[in-house]
């Protein structure tokens, strides 16, 4: 993964906790804030996915580089 997308997962769970905790005391909320838990939690899938589909990529570009150089002896 990627540092910009570490980072991005890392904002992602801060505003996960953000829901559930006010910001200017700290403390518990009465009602959690479910929108924006949720909206949180599928940034942090779409993160997770993408980067496993970059990852993905490029492995297979690095298995087509291997064998053309194998053919190629």
Do not use: D
Not at 11 to 18: D, F, G, K, L, N
Not at 26 to 47: C, K, M, N, T
């Amino acid at each position: 993964m990627g540092k910009y997308l570490s980072i991005v997962l890392a904002m992602m769970v801060v505003t996960m906790a953000i829901a559930f905790l006010s910001p200017t005391t700290g403390e518990i909320r009465p009602e959690p804030f479910y929108p924006l838990f949720w909206v949180s939690v599928a940034g942090a899938f779409v993160v997770i996915i993408y980067s496993s589909y970059q990852n993905r990529k490029k492995q297979q570009e690095l298995r087509r580089e291997r064998r053309r150089k194998f053919k190629k002896k």
